[in-house]
């Protein structure tokens, strides 16, 4: 290219020689027009092209909103209805009620007005028990009028069919029961309600629950309870979808100290079944007495050597000394817990601790001993 440079600038330079070698005629003075000056331009080299990442924008998600369940029927305002004569005629009076427009909220005034609230569990409830959107209404009303207690009770399930309410399930108590709504809760997880309801008995001192849980399947309440779930005083709590259930205990003296578990009932795809045993912490030495007592009936050998063991050694374990006093009652309970782990020495194959035992227990109960009657055994 530089050779190519210097053969052009050559040809000018002759060029222009020849130019001024010629005769020049006096003429006009013309003004000299300025050569334009050419200017090498050497390209500036690009820089490479990074690829631009793009900002991250949010994405609006556009909500539509869901139209709202249209009342059923259209509501007014007028009296609470009176209470019927017959306890038999007061589900057909509520749904009269509903029928022409009562409000749903207005049925716990209802039953306030006709004495009806149930003693045990809740009075009124909504949910989706049938799947189609709309909210049923589960009431439960008592008769006010009755002699024994648990009183009569009856359930039922109002829902909106056709745009009118209806009656779609209706049940009343045996004798000596009573009906009892505690939750509308998806505990079949099929994202519908269901009813967690019992069946009350109560006794001399206690009072018994028979707990349901009933789905709706188009006529009737279908048990999803794998097993008998039968607890004094039952309290109820749902969590994660799956049901605790903590009996409050026998309402009498007799039944001794009571260490009361919680029950935790799940969902295994086709019934709810006892999952597991949530034991509070122990107070009594009669209690850690059991606990080596479970144990060993379990085949856990360990388990309940360490448990027996605790009944012994445990100066903070507290006597019940309901029928006796404290000392004698830690007598005893010393005394078979040291004979339960001669037996448990056995069982693991060590004959040498199981003699320890006998000769502690020879020992620590003299004949003048209430649990005396242990080292005869």
Not at 130 to 148: F, I, R, S, W, Y
Request: proline residues 10%; negative net charge; hydrophobic residues 40%.
């Amino acid at each position: 290219m530089r050779r190519t440079l210097w053969m052009g600038l050559g040809l000018l330079g002759l060029f222009l020689a020849c130019q001024m070698a010629r005769p020049v005629t006096p003429g006009p003075t013309a003004t000299p027009t300025p050569t334009p000056t050419l200017e090498v331009v050497m390209p500036t080299p690009v820089p490479p092209i990074t690829p631009v990442t793009p900002t991250p924008r949010a994405t609006v998600v556009v909500e539509t909103p869901m139209p709202e369940p249209a009342q059923c029927p259209t509501r007014r305002v007028f009296p609470l209805p009176e209470r019927p004569e017959a306890f038999a005629a007061y589900p057909e009076v509520v749904l009269g009620y509903l029928r022409a427009g009562g409000d749903p909220s207005t049925l716990l005034d209802v039953a306030q007005l006709w004495a009806a609230v149930p003693p045990l569990g809740q009075t009124v409830l909504q949910g989706d028990l049938t799947g189609d959107g709309q909210p049923e209404m589960v009431l439960v009303l008592a008769d006010p009028l009755a002699e024994l207690y648990p009183p009569t009770t009856t359930l039922v399930i109002y829902g909106c069919q056709a745009g009118d309410v209806t009656m779609l399930y209706w049940a009343t108590a045996e004798e000596w029961t009573s009906l009892a709504v505690f939750a509308l809760e998806d505990l079949t997880r099929d994202g519908i309600a269901d009813v967690l309801w019992a069946g009350v008995g109560c006794g001399a001192h206690t009072c018994f629950y028979e707990t349901h849980v009933g789905s709706w399947d188009g006529q009737a309440l279908v048990e999803r309870l794998g097993g008998p779930l039968d607890v004094a005083y039952a309290t109820y709590e749902v969590r994660e979808g799956e049901l605790y259930v903590t009996s409050g205990g026998i309402g009498s003296i007799g039944a001794g100290p009571q260490r009361l578990p919680t029950q935790v009932w799940s969902w295994n795809g086709q019934v709810l079944t006892q999952t597991g045993m949530l034991w509070p912490p122990i107070q009594y030495r009669y209690h850690q007495f059991l606990e080596g007592e479970r144990a060993l009936a379990a085949g856990k050998l360990l388990e309940a050597r360490e448990a027996y063991e605790a009944t012994i050694t445990d100066e903070q374990l507290l006597p019940w000394a309901a029928n006796t006093d404290g000392p004698t009652e830690t007598a005893w309970l010393t005394a078979l817990a040291r004979w339960r782990l001669m037996e448990v020495q056995l069982l693991r194959g060590e004959p040498d601790m199981a003699s320890f035992h006998y000769q502690q227990l020879q020992k620590g109960v003299p004949p003048e001993s209430p649990a005396y009657a242990v080292v005869l055994l």
